[in-house]
């Protein structure tokens, strides 16, 4: 059902089973998946695409211009998955770049008030807390969690199942894994709950304690920790992301020595 006061443009290509709630504006380069629901008060524009499936809640804006002055009106994108929950006044920036898109992957929930940046790349299955706020060119991995009240700094990486605690401010690459927290962002173990709801249990969640250990309590290198890492503890599929997220990483992963109060 389209409600009588939406605006949608010629141009735009509306699937099936779509709702479109009062007020709402669809831009005339907008696509719109199946079975896709609108609520009231929402704009939709650019070059944005919306998959399958997607509940998008009132005030929420996607698809407008980054916030980058090098943006001169080029073609650019916001691509968006299926069954993916849009909370109230999200915004979504498409990219800055010239057939650039910003992604946000099947599965995701972003919540109320949250922003995302320009050419940011969010994985599946990612939570975005309240009022959090991701600079351009954020990289999140599957399954990640990013509390309320997040700052994060422009280029940074957030690694697979990793959980930022609320009011964090981060600056570095999150390791895969891992629960940080603070305004100067430090690790305070394994998100070992998100790793078992996940299926990681057993040997292989005792060989990422083994790694974890190594890598942010032994007080090594990280190059002589990654080396340690790889004679000392078997590479399954997990510590194997680990080592390849660390040594891709250009900011530097957030690490610290052993304190009290870490979780093991």
Same mark, same amino acid.
């Given at each position: 059902m389209i409600h009588k006061t939406a605006v949608i443009e010629e141009g735009a290509v509306i699937g099936d *089973?779509? #709702?479109? =709630?009062?007020? #709402?504006? /669809? =831009?005339? &380069?907008?696509?719109? =998946? *199946? $079975?896709?629901?609108? #609520? #009231?008060?929402? +704009?939709?524009? $650019?070059?944005?695409? /919306? =998959?399958?499936?997607c509940r998008i809640e009132a005030g929420a804006i996607i698809g407008g211009p980054p916030q980058d @002055?090098?943006?001169?009106?080029? !073609?650019?994108?916001? /691509?968006? $998955? *299926?069954? %993916?929950?849009? +909370?109230?006044?999200?915004?979504i920036h498409r990219s800055s770049k010239e057939g650039g898109a910003t992604t946000v992957g099947s599965g995701s929930m972003i919540m109320a008030y949250s922003h995302i940046a320009h050419d940011c790349q969010i994985g599946n299955d990612v939570v975005i807390t309240n009022y959090a706020g991701l600079s351009g060119h954020v990289q999140v991995e &599957?399954?990640?969690? /990013?509390?309320? @009240?997040?700052g994060i700094h422009q280029f940074c990486r957030?690694?697979?199942?990793?959980?930022v605690r609320g009011f964090s401010g981060l600056s570095k690459d999150i390791a895969p894994f891992t629960i940080v927290w603070g305004i100067?962002?430090?690790?305070y173990g394994l998100n070992v709950v998100g790793l078992r709801r996940s299926g990681i249990k057993g040997e292989s969640l005792e060989e990422l304690k083994k790694m974890y250990k190594i890598f942010f309590q032994s007080g090594l290198s990280t190059e002589d920790a990654l080396v340690k890492i790889n004679e000392e503890v078997e590479q399954t599929e997990?510590? !194997?992301?680990?080592? &390849? @997220? %660390? +040594?891709s990483s250009k900011r530097g992963v957030c690490k610290r020595e052993k304190t009290e109060g870490d979780i093991f």
């Amino acid at each position: 059902m389209i409600h009588k006061t939406a605006v949608i443009e010629e141009g735009a290509v509306i699937g099936d *089973d779509v #709702s479109i =709630g009062p007020f #709402s504006v /669809i =831009g005339k &380069d907008v696509q719109i =998946g *199946d $079975g896709t629901v609108i #609520s #009231s008060n929402v +704009r939709i524009e $650019g070059w944005t695409k /919306i =998959g399958k499936e997607c509940r998008i809640e009132a005030g929420a804006i996607i698809g407008g211009p980054p916030q980058d @002055f090098k943006y001169k009106g080029q !073609k650019s994108f916001v /691509i968006i $998955g *299926d069954n %993916v929950k849009i +909370r109230e006044y999200v915004t979504i920036h498409r990219s800055s770049k010239e057939g650039g898109a910003t992604t946000v992957g099947s599965g995701s929930m972003i919540m109320a008030y949250s922003h995302i940046a320009h050419d940011c790349q969010i994985g599946n299955d990612v939570v975005i807390t309240n009022y959090a706020g991701l600079s351009g060119h954020v990289q999140v991995e &599957d399954k990640a969690i /990013i509390s309320g @009240f997040v700052g994060i700094h422009q280029f940074c990486r957030i690694g697979k199942l990793a959980l930022v605690r609320g009011f964090s401010g981060l600056s570095k690459d999150i390791a895969p894994f891992t629960i940080v927290w603070g305004i100067t962002t430090v690790p305070y173990g394994l998100n070992v709950v998100g790793l078992r709801r996940s299926g990681i249990k057993g040997e292989s969640l005792e060989e990422l304690k083994k790694m974890y250990k190594i890598f942010f309590q032994s007080g090594l290198s990280t190059e002589d920790a990654l080396v340690k890492i790889n004679e000392e503890v078997e590479q399954t599929e997990e510590v !194997k992301h680990f080592i &390849d @997220f %660390v +040594r891709s990483s250009k900011r530097g992963v957030c690490k610290r020595e052993k304190t009290e109060g870490d979780i093991f």
